[in-house]
C-alpha cells in the first residue's frame, strides 16, 4: 500500500506503535490525518494512551487519548494542520493546574514544555527591558533571567511552578503580582497551525481569568519587566526571589503533590480562612486530603484519584456555600470524563 510504503523512514517517532499498527489504525478510525503526520516526517512525538497523572502535579488522574510532544514552533505548527477537524486540542504546561478526570481525556493533548523553551532580552533601555519568552519556559525561569538582567518586578513568576503558556491562561500571580502586568505583545497559535501576532490590549484580563483570542493558544510572549539604573538591581531582585520562596516554604505544604490554591479567593476574604473555618483541614477521601499546612491546597497523600481530589473540592465547595453563603470559585481546571 502506498502510503505505508512512504511512511516507513518516519516511523521510528510514533512512540509504543509497530509501524503497520499505527497506519491500520488510523485509517481504520478515519483519522487519515493522522497517517499524514507521520508522512510529513513530523518531528516531535506522538504518544497514545499517555497517563496525564506523569503531567500533573497531583499525580493523579487517567490517560489522554493522544499526546503530542513538538520538537519546535513549526512541528507544532505542522502537527496541528495534520488534525482532522473535530478532534478536540488541549495544551498542557507542567500541569500544576490541572486535574484530568479518571476516565481520561478525550481528544489530543499537546506538550509545551519540552519545545517552546527560548528566552531572551529583545531590547532595553535605562526604564526597562523587553524580555521574549516561549510558553514552554518554566516562569521560575523568567524570574531568575530577570533578576540577572537587572530587572525588577518579574519576581513573583518565581513562585508559580507551572510554565509561561500556563501563567498566561491563568493570568498567574501572587504576592501583589500578576503575569499580565508585565505583557505588551503574545504570539498564538490557532488549530490550523497559523500564528497570530496579538497585543495585550485585545486581551480582557481580570483576577486569574484571562479572555480573548479563544480558539487560540500561547505560543510566546513579551514581557516588559521595569529596570532602574542601579547597579545593585540585581542582587536586590535576588533576594527578592529568595524571600519570596523561603515564605512558600514556610506556608505551602510542598512536600506533598498539589495544584496550588484550589479556589480563587473571593472579594475581601480568603478561601484558605473560610475552608479552615468550616472544620476541613485534614478532612480525607480516599488518598486525598485538605491540606493541615494551607487550607485551600488539596494533597495527594499517596493513592488519591481524580475522583478522590474532586470529591474533596465539592465538599469544601459546598461546607463553604452552606455556612457563610459565599460560592467560591475554582480556580484549578478539571478536565476529561469521569471513570
Ligand atoms: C505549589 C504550587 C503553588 C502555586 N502557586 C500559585 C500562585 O501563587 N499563583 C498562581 O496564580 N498559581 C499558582 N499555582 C498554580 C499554577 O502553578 C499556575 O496556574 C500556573 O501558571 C499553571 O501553569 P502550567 O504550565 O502548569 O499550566 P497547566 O496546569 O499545564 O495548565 C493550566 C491551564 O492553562 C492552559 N494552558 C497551558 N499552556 C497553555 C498555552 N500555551 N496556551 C493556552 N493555554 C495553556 C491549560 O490548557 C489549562 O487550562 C501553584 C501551583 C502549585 C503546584
Redesign the pocket.
Known sequence: MRVEGLMTACLPRVEGFHASEFIRSAVKRQYWNEAMAVENQLRGQLKRREPMARH??WRAGGVADRAYVPVDRDDLAGFLKTLPAQEPV?????????LVRDGGLRGTVVF??WALRDVRVVATNNMGAEIYAE?GVA?PKVARFAALHGCEGAEFLA?????V??????N???YGGETWDLVTHVTTIDRSGVLHERDAAEFQIGY?SVRGAENE???AVLFCVPRRNDKNSSEKSRNKIKELLSR?IAS?P?QQP????VFRNPPNDYAARLIEACGLKGRRIGGAEISRKHSNFIVNTGGASAADIEALIELARDAVRDRFGIALEQ?V?IVGDRA
Open positions: 500533573v502535579s488541549y495544551f498542557v504546561g507542567l500541569g500544576s493546574n490541572l509545551t514544555h510558553a516562569s513562585g508559580i511552578p507551572g510554565t503558556g500556563g501563567a498566561l491562561a491563568m498567574a500571580g501572587c486569574r493558544w500561547f505560543v512558600r505551602q510542598l498539589n495544584a496550588g490554591s480556580e481546571r
